[in-house]
């Protein structure tokens, strides 16, 4: 009936089925969960998501290349470029480890240390450690271990600097660099110990002119003196002769 | 009196330098300062960001404005599968996502705003609508009638909405921290499951789709299953499942799927 119907109004188009049958049951939108069919809960089953194979953990394999440094933050590259003016400017640079120094002592330390011309400057272990890598202070590295401070000044004050920190008891001397050497704590003592420049150089500066001085003397003396001596001069060559 | 205060700050220090560590009651002992490398993070610049003049939900009515109202079909299509409009963010930086399809009534919107514009501080946020005001009319036949005797008269009015629709959108000079926990509570009282989302997590979920889609080790997907029709399953399926490649069944959303 429907085919004959519809002959007219779609000639040659298709063909509408002589019984349509509507579906009933619950709809397609339902507030509950509906039951899934077996053959759909079988589909769901077979395709579902497969992640890719997850690789070893990041830290598992060490890479063959040594990883370059990462992300600097400005910062630490602020640091750093301080820390190179410190050891451009300053002769001595002492590192010094502080155990529990209140603010207080910290204080009278940096007083006493300022009227000798000897700063305080602290700087992460961090910074130290990545900047000594690269500069030929590599061997300070083992220094800075724990909470260190480094005592810096321009002009090598090593007396000073031991009898203030003898004063404070929380600050232990590890080490310093003077003059671009490396010196343990016996070092710097010894360094301490050692008299000024300009002494030692009176002093070998006299001991050069010491024979020229001595002639001198013995010219001005009276000939006689001169030939006295002379005389016994050649009587002990001939005995050991 | 400031003077007097002044002395005494002034004596304790001359004390504390004069006896140096004799002194214990007067003893500062504040940690000496250490270097230290930590650097904080910096707060977020909001120099940028308009506030407009209402910042305020607005009042959605109850029932549209017609003369003549209409009854509507079921149409129970307009809460199945993805929704297409008011996906993505438009003005506001956070908003309630709808994680599943449902219809929002009367009762919900006025809960939603009222909830929001009580709790949020309008001098520093602002909350806009992302759903239109109820205009789908819901049918109800009297208590107590039998089936037949025609369609029931409009009882009330709804707004369908599907699964990844924003309800309400959130933004202005504030973190996500700030606003959360009022979207969280309006969300949890909704119809439907709804997520408090971000428009970088909104981006990230929709990321986390997309790579799953691409880095499945599975041969087999539903959708080349049910395209090319392999054992006849279409005949078990709905055509809605060609279009939703199993990821939706009626209004409810299946995570993980692919």
């Given at each position: 009936?429907?085919a004959t119907?519809?002959?007219?109004?779609l000639p040659?188009?298709?063909?509408l089925?002589?019984?349509?049958?509507i579906?009933?049951?619950?709809?397609?939108?339902?507030?509950?969960?509906?039951?899934?069919?077996?053959?759909?809960?079988?589909?769901?089953a077979?395709?579902?998501y497969?992640?890719p194979?997850?690789?070893?953990?990041?830290?598992?394999?060490?890479?063959?290349?040594?990883?370059?440094q990462e992300?600097?933050?400005?910062?630490?590259r602020m640091?750093k470029?301080?820390?190179a003016?410190?050891f451009?400017?300053?002769?001595?640079v002492?590192?010094v480890?502080?155990?529990?120094?209140?603010?207080?002592?910290?204080?009278?330390l940096?007083?006493?240390l300022?009227?000798?011309?000897?700063k305080?400057?602290?700087?992460?272990?961090?910074v130290k450690?990545?900047?000594?890598?690269g500069?030929i202070?590599?061997?300070?590295?083992?220094?800075?271990?724990?909470?260190?401070?480094?005592?810096?000044?321009?002009?090598?004050?090593?007396?000073?600097?031991?009898?203030?920190?003898?004063?404070?008891?929380?600050?232990?001397?590890?080490?310093?660099?003077?003059?671009?050497?490396?010196?343990?704590?016996?070092?710097?003592?010894?360094?301490?110990?050692?008299?000024?420049?300009?002494?030692?150089?009176?002093?070998?500066?006299?001991?050069?002119?010491?024979p020229?001085?001595?002639?001198?003397n013995?010219?001005?003396?009276?000939p006689a003196?001169?030939?006295?001596?002379?005389?016994?001069?050649?009587?002990?060559q001939?005995k050991e002769? | 009196?400031?003077?007097?205060?002044?002395k005494?700050?002034?004596?304790s220090?001359?004390a504390?330098?004069?006896?140096?560590?004799?002194?214990?009651?007067l003893?500062?002992?504040?940690?000496?300062?250490?270097?230290?490398?930590k650097?904080?993070?910096?707060?977020?610049?909001?120099?940028?960001?308009?506030?407009?003049?209402?910042?305020?939900?607005?009042f959605?009515?109850?029932?549209?404005?017609?003369?003549?109202?209409r009854?509507?079909?079921?149409?129970?299509?307009?809460?199945?599968?993805?929704?297409?409009?008011?996906?993505t963010?438009?003005?506001?930086?956070?908003?309630?996502?709808?994680?599943g399809?449902?219809?929002?009534?009367?009762?919900?919107?006025?809960m939603?705003?009222?909830?929001?514009?009580r709790?949020?501080?309008?001098?520093?946020?602002f909350a806009?609508?992302?759903?239109?005001?109820?205009?789908?009319?819901?049918?109800?036949?009297?208590?107590g009638?039998?089936?037949?005797?025609?369609?029931?008269?409009i009882?009330?009015?709804?707004?369908?909405?599907?699964?990844?629709?924003?309800?309400?959108?959130v933004?202005?000079k504030?973190?996500?921290?700030?606003?959360e926990?009022?979207?969280?509570?309006?969300?949890?009282?909704l119809p439907?499951?709804a997520?408090?989302?971000?428009?970088?997590?909104l981006e990230?979920f929709q990321?986390?789709q997309?790579?799953?889609?691409?880095?499945?080790?599975?041969?087999?997907?539903?959708?080349?299953?049910?395209?090319?029709?392999?054992?006849?399953?279409?005949k078990?399926?709905?055509?809605?499942?060609?279009?939703n490649?199993?990821?939706?069944?009626?209004?409810?959303?299946?995570?993980?799927?692919?």
């Open positions: 009936m429907a119907l519809c002959g007219k109004l040659k188009k298709g063909w089925p002589l019984t349509q049958s579906r009933h049951g619950s709809k397609a939108v339902t507030r509950h969960r509906k039951p899934m069919h077996f053959l759909k809960q079988k589909l769901m077979v395709t579902e497969i992640p194979k997850r690789g070893p953990p990041p830290g598992a394999y060490r890479p063959q290349t040594p990883v370059s992300q600097e933050s400005p910062f630490t640091l470029r301080d820390l003016a410190v451009q400017d300053c002769k001595m002492a590192v480890q502080n155990n529990g120094s209140t603010s207080e002592d910290m204080l009278m940096k007083n006493r300022h009227k000798h011309g000897i305080v400057k602290f700087f992460p272990n961090e450690r990545s900047f000594i890598r500069s202070y590599s061997n300070m590295a083992p220094l800075f271990i724990g909470p260190t401070v480094l005592l810096v000044s321009e002009e090598p004050k090593a007396k000073e600097m031991l009898s203030t920190l003898r004063v404070s008891p929380q600050m232990v001397l590890l080490g310093a660099c003077i003059d671009g050497t490396l010196l343990s704590v016996q070092g710097v003592a010894n360094y301490a110990r050692l008299s000024k420049l300009a002494v030692v150089q009176g002093e070998l500066a006299g001991g050069l002119s010491a020229a001085s001595l002639t001198a013995l010219m001005r003396r009276h003196h001169l030939t006295a001596l002379l005389r016994q001069y050649v009587e002990q001939g002769a | 009196m400031m003077i007097s205060l002044i005494t700050v002034v004596g220090v001359a504390l330098g004069a006896h140096g560590q004799q002194h214990g009651l003893h500062s002992h504040f940690r000496v300062l250490t270097a230290g490398l650097t904080l993070e910096i707060p977020p610049d909001y120099s940028d960001v308009v506030l407009p003049e209402k910042p305020k939900l607005k959605l009515n109850k029932v549209p404005n017609f003369k003549k109202a009854k509507e079909m079921k149409k129970l299509w307009d809460i199945q599968g993805p929704a297409k409009a008011a996906n963010f438009t003005s506001g930086q956070y908003a309630i996502v709808a994680m399809g449902g219809y929002l009534k009367w009762g919900h919107l006025e939603i705003r009222l909830t929001i514009s709790k949020m501080d309008s001098r520093t946020t806009r609508w992302r759903i239109n005001a109820p205009y789908k009319p819901i049918t109800r036949k009297g208590l009638q039998r089936m037949g005797g025609g369609k029931g008269a009882d009330h009015y709804v707004t369908p909405v599907r699964f990844g629709r924003l309800i309400v959108e933004g202005g504030v973190e996500l921290g700030e606003v926990h009022i979207l969280i509570e309006v969300a949890k009282k439907f499951p997520k408090v989302m971000s428009r970088e997590s990230v990321k986390t997309a790579d799953m889609e691409a880095n499945n080790q599975n041969p087999w997907t539903f959708k080349r299953i049910v395209e090319g029709n392999m054992l006849g399953i279409r078990v399926l709905s055509p809605f499942d060609l279009k490649h199993g990821r939706f069944t009626g209004k409810f959303y299946n995570p993980g799927r692919v």
